[in-house]
């Protein structure tokens, strides 16, 4: 089976979120199950460099603006994965991130940016392909980036191939003025609601939905949020009306990288059945960063973006209440100024107890999850979360908020599920801070008085098969259903 993979970032090649870590995961375990598959991304300056036998492949005419662009292919080289780049200077080889520049102003060029990557996967799978060795049968799109790839196929390249788009996170949808239409070569005619017009503007994520065979998101439960109003951000209705059609499957986690017996972060190695390395690790973190040695006190671990949807304003208020029955805090993340200054004051004011590093660092993140004794993630929406699912392999039980993806890995712990062994953290009865606290404590209470079944819920999350081979299963299901 053929398919092209369409997305705008991978992981390990270029990452701003959670989609690179499904692009450079879920194709590698494809391909394992024995798919022949190629990634479509646009060729960023970092992408060039680090892909291994990069060559040119093909020239690309016909396109919006810049008309000609040529299509490179090299390999990403821990996976063998076949990646495909448009490489044109005018589009993407400029300073910043994918999708803003140094200041973090989103390029005002991104509808041509991104409609031209659509583009592109939409003429590869059509008749006027210019590679004659291989064209898909399925293409799988991701999030708004490449949301016109249906659409371009169905209305203007008679593409055979079936499309399906994969949402990640609804709350983006790239929406811009119809004075693009024509500069990306759209029919007006299907600017309706019936197509891509989304109150007056073009959405991208809308054509991926309207036009697409099938369409897929992250989580089971997120499947069923999305035609709600309350996630589905405007777009529920089309959405409860392809309902029984969209199918909910959980990511998995690279376990090759997130992986407490192997992780070359830590200073000590651990599994479920030798947990004695993680009190090593927490002793080693403790010590990192400026806070009070001690193995009994409970560690609370936050690694995550500071804004609303994370829901980590809910810790501020009672915080330092738990600081005060002896709790620690280790957080690292950024985002908003007023979350980011409100914990450094609690840094500022709780020596020992609290520490606060603003920013993003990759070892830092590996040994918080493996040296706290509980990970915090009440996001108001989580379309999917990988770090509870990082928790649960660390042995660190995660505290969450139940929505999305994180109803669907996290079990709470009561007395039926603690007997049956499938209690592996504590889940939220809503999102509020008296809901939060109280949840933490309920932790606190097994965590502080009884060790056995603290080791019991550490192993139930420890012991789940937690890779991405049983979803990239469920896609492939989902490929051979559209094949029919």
Not at 1 to 13: A, I, Q
Not at 222 to 238: D, H, N, P, R, V
Not at 274 to 300: C, F, H, N, T
Request: overall charge negative.
């Amino acid at each position: 089976m053929r398919v092209l993979f369409v997305t705008s970032e991978v992981f390990p090649l270029i990452k701003t979120g959670g989609l690179a870590d499904v692009s450079g995961s879920l194709p590698t375990a494809l391909q394992n199950l024995g798919v022949d598959i190629r990634i479509l991304m646009p060729g960023y300056p970092a992408v060039l460099d680090k892909l291994s036998d990069l060559q040119e492949i093909a020239s690309l005419d016909n396109l919006p603006v810049i008309h000609h662009a040529t299509l490179m292919m090299g390999t990403i080289e821990d996976t063998q994965v076949k990646v495909m780049v448009i490489k044109s200077a005018q589009l993407y080889e400029r300073d910043g991130g994918p999708y803003s520049d140094a200041n973090g102003l989103e390029w005002l060029d991104n509808p041509l940016r991104f409609g031209t990557l659509s583009k592109v996967a939409a003429i590869l799978s059509g008749p006027r392909s210019p590679l004659a060795d291989w064209r898909p049968e399925i293409v799988h799109c991701n999030d708004w980036q490449t949301g016109l790839t249906p659409a371009y196929m169905k209305l203007l390249e008679q593409s055979q191939a079936k499309s399906m788009i994969s949402l990640h996170n609804m709350a983006f949808q790239g929406c811009y003025a119809a004075s693009w239409l024509p500069t990306l070569a759209l029919p007006s005619t299907h600017f309706t609601q019936e197509g891509f017009e989304y109150h007056g503007q073009l959405s991208f994520l809308k054509a991926g939905i309207f036009y697409a065979d099938a369409i897929t998101t992250v989580s089971p439960s997120y499947a069923k949020e999305i035609q709600t109003a309350e996630f589905g951000f405007g777009l529920e209705g089309l959405l409860s009306r392809r309902g029984h059609e969209i199918k909910g499957i959980l990511n998995g986690i690279e376990t090759d990288e997130w992986n407490p017996e192997t992780d070359q972060y830590l200073i000590a190695n651990y599994s479920a059945n030798k947990l004695a390395g993680k009190k090593l690790v927490k002793s080693a973190l403790q010590e990192r960063l400026g806070l009070k040695i001690d193995a009994d006190a409970p560690l609370l671990g936050v690694v995550s973006r500071l804004t609303h949807q994370k829901g980590l304003d809910m810790l501020v208020p009672i915080m330092q209440s738990l600081i005060n029955t002896g709790c620690q805090l280790a957080l690292l993340g950024g985002g908003e100024s007023e979350l980011e200054n409100a914990f450094r004051h609690l840094a500022i004011n709780n020596l020992g107890s609290v520490s606060v590093t603003i920013g993003y660092n990759e070892p830092l993140s590996h040994q918080i999850m493996a040296g706290c004794d509980m990970f915090i993630m009440p996001s108001r929406f989580e379309p999917c979360g990988l770090n509870q699912l990082y928790g649960l392999a660390y042995g660190t039980p995660p505290i969450v908020n139940a929505t999305g993806g994180l109803a669907d890995s996290v079990i709470d712990t009561n007395i039926i599920t603690f007997k049956n062994k499938t209690a592996n953290g504590f889940v939220m009865s809503e999102a509020s801070p008296a809901s939060l606290l109280s949840c933490i404590r309920q932790a606190l209470n097994i965590f502080n008085n009884d060790a056995n079944a603290w080791r019991q819920i550490q192993k139930n999350g420890m012991l789940q098969n937690l890779s991405w081979d049983k979803s990239a299963l469920e896609y492939l299901a989902e490929y051979e259903k559209l094949m029919q």
